[in-house]
């Protein structure tokens, strides 16, 4: 089955510095990657679907890659805000479940 | 802008006991889900629900978990007979399509069981 791989440790940046998030999925690509958010206590909330034959997507300051050599998909927030600070999920798609990694806590040192 | 809303927001219940959890998904959403998530662990699936069936579950959704979508906007995740481990935050969610090029979920803001 799918298993996505999250860095678990935090990652701290500084304020206005971009922040690099990475995903690694096993076994086949997947159909797409999601990004959620989840702030402690609280649901998950959608950012980015990127799908298995695009590149790159960008949002504002978010941006997604997936590179299917790599395995991988990397999360960038430019600019960063000590209001980003939160705990960003990569999740991979199937037909209808989503299996998530555990997420990486990105904490913005003003 | 629509939400899916979820109650209780936290429920203690003795070990034994039957617990519904209940969700109103966003109105014009199709697909229905529950996820758990474990505290410091990952959220991770249980059942989708459409059509007023479940399509598809995960290996935790054993018989002590049942789904129902008893009207027109209410889903409920039940419990039969709750054990410790089934303490966690459960996350109802919704979609408005299904399919493998990408269904946006949209969770709600959980419900924190607590089995004593």
């Known amino acids: 089955s799918q298993k996505i791989e999250q860095n678990s440790e935090a990652l701290n940046i500084q304020e206005g510095k971009t922040a690099t998030l990475t995903c690694n999925y096993t076994n086949y690509s997947p159909a797409y990657l999601q990004w959620y958010r989840q702030d402690p206590g609280r649901g998950p909330v959608f950012l980015l679907l990127?799908?298995?034959?695009?590149k790159e997507k960008r949002k504002e300051r978010l941006k997604v890659t997936f590179d299917t050599t790599l395995k991988q998909s990397l999360f960038h927030i430019t600019a960063s805000q000590p209001a980003d600070s939160a705990t960003y999920l990569c999740g991979s798609g199937g037909y209808q479940k989503v299996t998530f990694g555990i997420g990486t806590k990105l904490q913005v040192i003003p | 802008e629509p939400e899916v809303t979820q109650t209780p927001s936290h429920q203690v219940t003795q070990m034994g006991q039957e617990v519904i959890l209940r969700c109103v998904p966003i109105s014009n959403h199709l697909y229905f889900y529950w996820y758990r998530q474990i505290l410091g662990q990952k959220v991770e699936f249980l059942v989708s629900f459409y059509n007023n069936e479940i399509s598809e579950k995960s290996e935790i959704f054993d018989d002590q978990f049942s789904v129902e979508r008893p009207d027109g906007s209410n889903f409920t995740l039940k419990i039969r007979s709750t054990k410790l481990e089934d303490s966690a935050m459960y996350f109802c969610a919704s979609s408005e399509t299904g399919g493998a090029y990408g269904n946006t979920i949209y969770f709600g803001e959980g419900s924190w069981l607590t089995v004593v």
């Open positions: 990127i799908r298995e034959n695009e």
